[in-house]
């Protein structure tokens, strides 16, 4: 298979030429410079120009606060980058794999959300990658994804990895969701590459948690102390934060599951597997 991957130099994005070339895929490695998703031109030139089989457009503009203060920006990148992505991709006959967000979601829902739930973004972030999911074809996919740690780049686990020395740490313990792992998701999304499946489908490791939950999870399995770490509401956040966050962004991961397609490990074993990895845990 040849893959073309957007947002190379992103943590996904990393991970993904990562797998594919483990996998013996030939790989088109397109950090921002080489593909400008903000810029049709440059769009179309990457993909025309090395027809590949199958694009995965990982690159976004992920600064969720910063989107509040630049929505055009956001939605340039986020939601015009992917029409120019499945426009090229249609001229060259290539599947589109779009990497959206459980942020599409207000998270007022009790219960996880499936993929057939109404979207009802709250973040100019939110609204941009919903605008991107809409610009692809039905029969390209969409892969919703949340709460995103791998080894390359700044998530979560290397934030409280940092933090780790302090006596006291506090996260908010009123936000919910899965936390996703860049190898594991990585190589789902390959999977589905490799069958073109079409269709929105959630991507996530098994198991939710809160901030303040997975921050314990973390501390420990690091061999630190988890009690540390104090649950605080969102509404104590000083400064509050700009963007808005959905309270439950637990994503059922129902098409994969309801089709027979695997699952996502646990996200405590691939946190394990994370902590080796970066030499916090033997
Ligand atoms: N991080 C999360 O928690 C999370 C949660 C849910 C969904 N997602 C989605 O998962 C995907 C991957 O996220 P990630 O965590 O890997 O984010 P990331 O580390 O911020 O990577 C995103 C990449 O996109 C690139 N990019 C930004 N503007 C671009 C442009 N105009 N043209 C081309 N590339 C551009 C960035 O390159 P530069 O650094 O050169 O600007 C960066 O390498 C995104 O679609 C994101 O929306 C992420």
């Keep these: 298979m040849r893959i073309l991957v957007t947002g190379a130099g992103g943590q996904l994005g990393h991970d993904l030429v990562r797998t594919c ?34 694009v995965v457009n990982a690159g976004a503009w992920t600064a969720v606060d910063d989107c509040e203060f630049d929505p055009d920006r956001a939605w340039r990148v986020n939601a015009l980058g992917p029409r120019w992505v499945a426009d090229a991709a249609r001229r060259v006959g290539a599947h589109v794999v779009q990497v959206s967000t459980d942020y599409v979601f207000d998270g007022a829902k009790a219960e996880p959300y499936v993929e057939w739930d109404d979207p009802n973004p709250q973040s100019a972030y939110g609204r941009s990658k919903l605008g991107g999911e809409r610009e692809v074809d039905p029969s390209h996919a969409v892969v919703r994804t949340a709460w995103v740690c791998g080894a390359h780049g700044r998530n979560m686990v290397k934030t409280v990895l940092g933090l780790a020395d302090r006596p006291e740490l506090a996260f908010v313990d009123d936000q919910r969701g899965c936390p996703t792992f860049t190898a594991d998701l990585a190589a789902a999304i390959r999977r589905l590459a490799v069958a073109r499946l079409p269709g929105t489908f959630h991507v996530t490791n098994q198991g939710a948690t809160t901030w303040y939950g997975f921050v314990r999870d973390i501390l420990e399995l690091a061999g630190h102390d988890p009690d540390k770490v104090r649950p605080i509401a969102t509404a104590d956040l000083d400064p509050p934060r700009p963007a808005p966050r959905p309270a439950n962004s637990v994503l059922d991961n129902a098409a994969l599951r309801l089709s027979g397609l695997e699952l996502l490990p646990h996200y405590r074993e691939s946190l394990e597997r994370l902590l080796v990895e970066l030499g916090a845990r033997s």
Excluded at 29 to 52: E, F, H, K, N, W
């Design 21 to 54: 070339t483990a996998a013996g895929d030939e790989v088109i490695a397109c950090d921002s410079r080489r593909l400008d998703l903000s810029d049709r031109d440059s769009v179309a030139q990457a993909i025309t120009g090395t027809a590949p089989d199958v």
